[in-house]
């Protein structure tokens, strides 16, 4: 090490390193088990970190070693779910009138379940060959060819009772990377809305041919909601900026119509669609009345001023001379007329988290969300009683797992994607836990952190920052939520975490269609945010999101992305690094310390460096002026092929010199006092490991393998 970087690893106060060290929940070697009586074994440590030591050279060069075999410990299925996403019925599905229903499940297994009324757990269930890992996107029947289609990614399935245990892939539209809304026309043919093409696609399945409306406007880069009307014409809402209503016919593709908004939105959704009769009903982002359109005079009429609950309605059906649908709001049960608008309340309905509403002319049929599974309640729409009540037990699937988290207490924290609540499963023992049913706040976790005997999550949709108090975590009133930064700053997922023995400090990626993260901080003493800084709503660093967080006493780093919220083109230049003077409020540098890339992840102190994560491995940055001294290169993968991603590589600390790094399907320990790195698992990608990995204080590093899989990673070399 040269003489000027002995200096500076002498700058870096111990008692810097050592706050660091914990707020990352890096290792301490020689570790001895205290029980705290709540959540089992508490690693404590019994001799300083080699890290302190000063033995450990982060800027000597490194050699290859042999790879380690990849796996000590495994859990499988680390977070199993029997979450349902829709339910839809089939109608006349064996010929008889008889009808059965499909249910979709989140995730990557098990996810179409078939239910018969008559059995208590599904007849059938199929996994997806492939797909996306949030499991099935859309559903529709073809009643009368006795087909179920589906989506999942830019694939589409079919399903039919004369096989019922198999889906068969139809097609896949290689120019989307997911799609929405499939709907059946009366010929049979499928019509979805894609994304990032803004197009709406016709699907043949008999001619296997394949028609595309082509990007219905410039700035659409979503066609996420599709309805077809009884004129024979497709309807698709787009967003993420300036949500847009189009048209077609059936018969033309080249009939795209835009009907305006009466209130136009600067970025957004189109969120739902419904045809009844002569009308369209829309629901759209920043709007809270639902507008109606006329189909026969070609315009908007009176909105909608009371809002159904989570935007649905059942289908229609003739009551005496005219048509009437169902809806709900605040627990009442209401009829609407279609040929005048108006309402009659009917009475409460049973209560319970209600995905939707099946309308016959004088029977509806409700299905609700339940613990493992789904209940399904019959009754009159005129005297409200109940006529019976059926619970399905559903057969688990899998989340894929989105975040990682080693705790004090010797447990991994796990969130999943497009997943709710928190799970852990202790490293020792395997003994699992997850957060109550009903604690409500908890959706997909992007990024969280222990302190002071707390976890604050960053909950992906709106932004949320939630706090759980790990003394009370079966109690679903420990789960708090300090902020909806969507709100005020137009935020969508808290990424960035760091912390130090005053503060939580967190960073942000913005809503879709937005750019500019912000940089907050919460207070330990009150649990209550001090401040955002949104760089009056240009971002803190403008038109990049804040992905990377970590803190002294003094100083806070941070690590942004050049990509923005879905829907906005990446922002031009590399990725940036600043530090941050906590109590002056002051930002004392912001570099770009790696050209070629437009993302730096997962930033560490350590040794008297900053370190950070790029696809291409770890670089080591100077902490006094934000300077690259270093650059350790792990993967083949070069930054320029990747785009700028939020969570795309990871760096987790062990103990003894040891450092693991991964992206891009390596996973790599780096031993710097042998001054050797090795791949984990075989070179020929055997192992491909998730991004998100993290450590135990005792210095056990886990990850995860085939999405839902918690393993320990050897970072033992092979002799």
């Not at 060819?145 to 019922?164: C, D, H, K, T, V």
């Amino acid at each position: 090490m040269s003489s000027d970087a002995e200096n500076l690893s002498r700058k870096v106060t111990r008692r810097a390193i050592l706050a660091s060290t914990l707020a990352i929940g890096s290792s301490l070697a020689g570790v001895s088990s205290v029980n705290d009586g709540k959540h089992g074994s508490v690693q404590r440590s019994s001799r300083e970190s080699v890290w302190d030591s000063g033995e450990v050279d982060l800027l000597a060069p490194l050699t290859r070693a042999n790879e380690t075999r990849g796996i000590l410990r495994k859990h499988e299925s680390a977070f199993p779910v029997a979450e349902v996403s829709e339910v839809l019925e089939l109608t006349n599905v064996d010929g008889t009138g008889k009808s059965w229903f499909a249910v979709a499940l989140i995730g990557i297994t098990n996810q179409l379940q078939i239910l018969d009324p008559s059995k208590k757990s599904p007849i059938y269930v199929i996994n997806l060959p492939e797909g996306h890992d949030g499991g099935i996107g859309s559903m529709a029947w073809d009643s009368p060819r006795r087909r179920l289609f589906l989506s999942s990614a830019n694939q589409i399935y079919s399903w039919g009772p004369n096989e019922p245990e198999v889906v068969s892939k139809v097609t896949s539209i290689e120019e989307a990377t997911y799609l929405y809304g499939v709907k059946v026309d009366s010929l049979g043919r499928l019509w979805m809305g894609g994304y990032p093409t803004g197009a709406v696609y016709r699907f043949d399945p008999l001619q296997r041919k394949l028609h595309s409306t082509g990007k219905l406007a410039p700035d659409t880069d979503y066609a996420r909601t599709i309805i077809l009307d009884k004129f024979d014409n497709v309807w698709a809402g787009t967003g993420s900026k300036n949500p847009r209503l189009f048209v077609l016919s059936v018969h033309n593709l080249n009939s795209v119509k835009e009907v305006l908004l009466p209130a136009p939105q600067e970025t957004g959704f189109v969120t739902s669609l419904h045809s009844f009769g002569a009308y369209i009903v829309v629901s759209a982002s920043g709007i809270t009345e639902q507008m109606v359109y006329d189909l026969r005079t070609k315009s908007w009429g009176h909105p909608l001023l009371r809002v159904w609950e989570g935007r649905n309605a059942s289908n229609s059906v003739r009551s005496g001379s005219t048509e009437v649908f169902y809806s709900v709001t605040d627990g009442s049960l209401y009829k609407t007329r279609i040929d005048d608008w108006t309402d009659a309340r009917i009475g409460n309905i049973p209560e319970g988290l209600m995905l939707n509403i099946n309308a016959k002319s004088n029977n509806l049929l409700t299905f609700y969300k339940v613990s493992g599974g789904l209940k399904m309640v019959s009754f009159s729409p005129i005297s409200m009683t109940i006529r019976f009540t059926v619970y399905f037990s559903l057969t688990s699937g899998n989340y894929a797992i989105q975040s990682l988290m080693g705790s004090s207490s010797g447990k991994i924290y796990l969130g999943a994607f497009m997943g709710k609540g928190i799970n852990s499963i202790d490293a020792d023992t395997g003994e699992r836990w997850s957060s109550p049913d009903d604690e409500g706040r908890i959706n997909q976790i992007e990024g969280m952190i222990e302190a002071a005997g707390r976890i604050f999550v960053g909950s992906y949709g709106y932004a949320d920052l939630i706090c759980v108090n790990l003394a009370r975590r079966d109690d679903p009133e420990s789960y708090v939520l300090l902020e909806r930064l969507d709100r005020r700053y137009n935020q969508s997922r808290p990424f960035g975490w760091a912390a130090n023995s005053k503060s939580v400090f967190f960073g942000t990626v913005p809503d879709y269609g937005r750019s500019g993260g912000v940089f907050g901080k919460i207070s330990l003493r009150t649990n209550e945010i001090e401040w955002v800084l949104d760089g009056g709503g240009k971002g803190f660093v403008e038109s990049h999101s804040v992905i990377g967080l970590v803190a002294d006493e003094e100083f806070v780093y941070g690590t942004t992305s050049v990509r923005n919220g879905y829907g906005t083109p990446d922002t031009k230049g590399p990725s940036k690094v600043f530090k941050f003077d906590i109590v002056n409020k002051r930002l004392l540098w912001i570099t770009s310390p790696v050209i070629d890339t437009g993302a730096l992840y997962s930033p560490k102190l350590i040794g008297g460096w900053l370190l950070v994560a790029d696809i291409e491995g770890i670089v080591v940055i100077d902490p006094d002026n934000g300077t690259m001294v270093r650059k350790h290169r792990l993967s083949n993968t070069e930054n320029s092929n990747r785009r700028a991603g939020w969570a795309s590589a990871d760096i987790a600390i062990s103990t003894d010199g040891k450092i693991v790094h991964s992206a891009a399907d390596t996973t790599t320990v780096v031993d710097f006092l042998t001054r050797t790195k090795s791949t984990i698992g075989s070179r020929e990608h055997r192992f491909r490991f998730g991004y998100r990995i993290t450590a135990l204080p005792d210095g056990r590093v886990f990850g995860v393998y085939k999405d839902t899989d918690l393993v320990e990673l050897d970072l033992m070399p092979r002799r």
